[in-house]
Every structure is written in structure tokens, then in C-alpha cells.
């Protein structure tokens, strides 16, 4: 018997399919689901990620760049503090988008179930947020 989609339990009885996004493409997808309130979950989830995904990309590659740019600066100018900001402010953006945008990869999803791989990915954020300022107040206490 397949496991919900939504939390993972083995009495997923019930299926439903949705046009929703898939890893970088969007397509119909096969959810199963307990209960009603996993499927509303599951709906809910769906229509937000359809809504948002395209912004979450977006971001992803505006903090890739980031990444990219500030250690070139940093050889650049020979400044210790742009590589630095440039590896905490790129990691406080990266946790925000993250935490505003818990999307998991689809074959975490389907091990872990939508909910646990959500939360995962919020705490994720949480810690990418905390590591960011980090490395900035340790940075400022170094100057």
C-alpha cells in the first residue's frame, strides 16, 4: 500500500493528480493521501508552489551570482571583508528564500512525505539565516 504523500503514513488509501511543479518542470503528478486533511494539505501546498516557484528560481540564481561575484571582488580588491559579506550576505538571503520557500527536492518529498521535507527545509533556513549573521558580527568583531 503506498505511503501519503502529505505525512508519509502507510494508509494512504486515496489518490489524486495535479499539474503542479516537478523538479525544474511542471507536469501532472500522482499524490496519495489518508485523509482529508492531507489532501487539503497537499492541494494547499500545490497551489503555492505553482504561484511561487518561478520567484524562488529567481532568487536562487540571484544568491548563485552573489556567490560567484563577491569572491571575485575580494580577489580584486584584495579585501578580506567583501569575501566575507560576500559569503554571509549570499547565506542570510539564501535561508530567507529558503525559509519563505520550503521547496525539497521531489525525491525528498516522496521518501520523507510533504510535511517532514517542509519542515526540514524550514530549519534549514533557520540555520542558514543564523549562520549568515554569524559570520557578519564575527566579521565586524575582527575589523
Known amino acids: 500500500m503506498p505511503k501519503c504523500s502529505y505525512c508519509n503514513k502507510d494508509d494512504a488509501e486515496n489518490q489524486m493528480t495535479l499539474r503542479t511543479w516537478v523538479g525544474s518542470r511542471q507536469e501532472n503528478a500522482l499524490f496519495y493521501y489518508c485523509s482529508e486533511s492531507c489532501k487539503n494539505a497537499i492541494d ?15 532568487l536562487i540564481l540571484i544568491v ?14 584584495k579585501e578580506k571583508q567583501i569575501l566575507f559579506l ?5 547565506t542570510f538571503i539564501l535561508g530567507i528564500v529558503i525559509r519563505k520557500y520550503p521547496f525539497a527536492t521531489p525525491e525528498t518529498s516522496n521518501k520523507w512525505g510533504l510535511m517532514r521535507s517542509i519542515t526540514v527545509m524550514k530549519y534549514i533556513g533557520i540555520v542558514l539565516i543564523t549562520l549568515g549573521i554569524l559570520v557578519t558580527v564575527l566579521n565586524l568583531a575582527l575589523l
Open 64 to 77: 548563485i551570482l552573489a556567490f560567484i561575484i563577491f569572491p571575485l571582488l575580494a580577489f580584486v580588491f
Open 44 to 58: 494547499e501546498f500545490s497551489i503555492y508552489v505553482n504561484k511561487n516557484v518561478k520567484r524562488f528560481l529567481y
Open 86 to 90: 560576500g559569503f554571509s550576505i549570499p
